[in-house]
């Protein structure tokens, strides 16, 4: 079992900026390869990006890229969502999820564990 919890959501304009970061306990974090994923209201789970077990590779949906950056730190058991130029249609409750395997993981349901979410509302 691994425990997720997010943090860093909030209120934020259009155009600025926001860290979203996560922080996992219990099984080893370095083994999973980790992602975020967000829904908005009214629409279903949605990828945003995943970041491999050693932090090499990652993958971002059409949506973000270019705005977004998925990071690790190892050591401190963190994963984190740089979000910039931030757009109203990012408006969601956005998910750490985790999942202890091989592979590049784009879909919600591939992920096995979860956290709580935190919500990110932006204003035009």
């Known amino acids: 079992q691994v425990q997720l919890v997010e943090s860093g959501g909030g209120l934020v304009q259009a155009g600025g900026s926001l860290r979203l970061s996560c922080a996992a306990s219990g099984r080893t974090f370095s083994s999973a390869a980790m992602g975020w994923v967000r829904q908005a209201p009214g629409k279903e789970r949605e990828f945003v990006a995943t970041i491999s077990k050693s932090g090499v590779f990652t993958y971002y949906a059409d949506s973000v890229k270019g705005r977004f950056t998925i990071s690790r730190a190892n050591a401190k058991n963190l994963v984190y969502l740089q979000m910039n130029n931030v757009k109203v249609e990012d408006t969601a409750v956005y998910y750490c999820?985790?999942?202890?395997?091989?592979?590049?993981?784009?879909?919600?349901?591939?992920?096995?564990?979860w956290g709580q979410g935190t919500q990110v509302p932006v204003s035009s």
């Open positions: 999820a985790a999942v202890y395997g091989v592979g590049r993981y784009v879909t919600p349901s591939e992920y096995d564990y």
